[in-house]
């Protein structure tokens, strides 16, 4: 796009700002604020004239791509073409537009939506899970069993010789978790804390450093302390962890089972939504941006970035783009897609539904009203909600046309993301699917 600026609009303004200037500058020779505007001209024009067109062309550029209906998909760039004196001040845009979307329709998208309830035996495997996260480990008498910690000093050799990564004093562990290989479990099982041992052990085929694979070493171990699980008993002190102050087992299995319907509720809308967008990118040709692609690839090596940080690597490796893009063609083109979707449909983000998830969100923290304060206060926290939720409007609108099928199940494989054929499954009858209403 070229875009032209009457030279009087522009030297306009050249000429405003260098006046502004020239009663703001200091100059020897000059008093404050009576420096002649034909001086400041030769030291200050051409920087003032630079600063003018940068201004111009970003407001230019906008007020063009409005007249004109477009929708850039990026940033522009901007190159001068003409900026001199009694001429007209002109320059291109160059950018990447949104494409144009034919949305096909929804009927084409079908979906299983996997449906269960949260049976009393659920509840009890949670409370159990509960406990088990609040264990204890107590000191243990007599010989080790399975399901105890203990506490070795061992060395390890090959062929006689001492081996990286063979060698270990204080190392906890527990017996049948399959932290240590199978072997040395077995060696270390039946020991009482003082007893010392020999045996051989053999590492697995797939073990993860490669020049052990397969091969057997010989270990001393001695065992300097076992230790059994404690779990807490289900009182009220237990229960006030969780928040739950008043109402004992009954008002505690209440409140779990709360917890347990909005995790449950919440992996049906995420299974069901994989399904809707993977349908939707496929059902759909988008000419995808350079601009967008390349920004999504940005953000995903941030990602990752992130992740090395968070297992606190030494260096930042150099991450390729070619690692990336099939990702990041995928998520531009569902993005894509989904905004004509909004846009055909007229969505906007329902606010009653914004407010239940703030809600929602804050009754996990001591002050709820302070966090609901912050999400409306803060404007980038509460656009991402804002988003969401509009995001589930879409999921909505498109399931109104679907043809969607209930697939009876249960809690455990429902969260698990068992409950329902994978597109890499047979194909076959279903006795627990049945058409939706």
């Known amino acids: 796009m070229t875009i032209s600026v009457p030279s009087q609009t522009f030297e306009g303004q050249v000429t405003e700002r260098l006046d502004k200037t020239a009663h703001q500058v200091r100059l020897p020779g000059f008093r404050p604020g009576k420096v002649p505007l034909k001086e400041v001209r030769r030291r200050y024009g051409p920087a003032v004239r630079a600063e003018v067109a940068g201004e111009l062309m970003q407001s230019s550029f906008f007020e063009a791509i409005t007249q004109e209906e477009l929708k850039p998909a990026g940033s522009p760039n901007l190159d001068v073409v003409k900026m001199d004196p009694g001429i007209d001040f002109e320059f291109t845009a160059t950018f990447e537009v949104l494409p144009v979307v034919e949305l096909v329709s929804f009927d084409q998208v079908s979906v299983q939506r996997p449906e269960g309830e949260i049976e009393d035996a659920d509840i009890d495997a949670m409370i159990q899970r509960l406990r088990e996260q609040r264990q204890t480990w107590e000191p243990a008498a007599g010989a080790c069993e399975v399901g105890q910690r203990v506490t070795v000093d061992f060395t390890g050799t090959l062929d006689g010789e001492p081996f990286e990564g063979g060698q270990g004093e204080g190392v906890t562990f527990e017996l049948g978790a399959g932290q240590m290989i199978e072997d040395f479990d077995r060696g270390v099982t039946g020991l009482s804390a003082g007893d010392e041992t020999d045996f051989e052990a053999r590492f697995p085929e797939d073990y993860q450093a490669e020049e052990l694979r397969g091969k057997a070493a010989n270990f001393h171990v ?13 009182d009220d002190e237990f229960f006030a962890g969780f928040g739950v102050e008043e109402g004992g087992l009954e008002a505690f299995r209440e409140d779990v089972r709360g917890n347990m319907q909005r995790e449950l509720d ?11 967008m993977d349908q939707l990118h496929d059902l759909h040709t988008v000419a995808l941006p350079q601009t967008m692609i390349a920004s999504e690839i940005e953000t995903l090596k941030q990602q990752m970035l992130q992740q090395f940080q968070m297992y606190a690597a030494k260096e930042q490796p150099d991450l390729p783009d070619d690692l990336f893009t099939d990702q990041a063609e995928r998520r531009v083109s569902v993005g894509l897609i989904v905004r004509e979707i909004v846009d055909e449909a007229e ?12 809600e929602t969100m804050a009754q996990q923290y001591a002050e709820p009203q302070q966090v609901v304060n912050w999400y409306y206060s803060n404007h980038e926290q509460l656009h991402q909600i804002e988003m969401a939720v509009l995001e589930e409007q879409v999921i909505e609108h498109v399931l109104e046309t679907a043809a969607v099928e209930k697939v009876q199940s249960n809690y455990e494989d429902i969260m698990a993301g068992t409950a329902i054929q994978t597109p890499e499954a047979e194909d076959g009858d279903d006795d627990t699917a049945e058409p939706e209403d």
């Open 222 to 234: 001695e065992l300097k302390e076992v230790t059994s699980s404690e779990l807490p008993e289900l």
């Open 347 to 358: 969505l906007e983000p329902d606010a009653d539904r914004v407010k239940e998830r703030i």
């Open 266 to 276: 919440g992996a049906i809308l995420n299974q069901v939504k994989s399904q809707v």
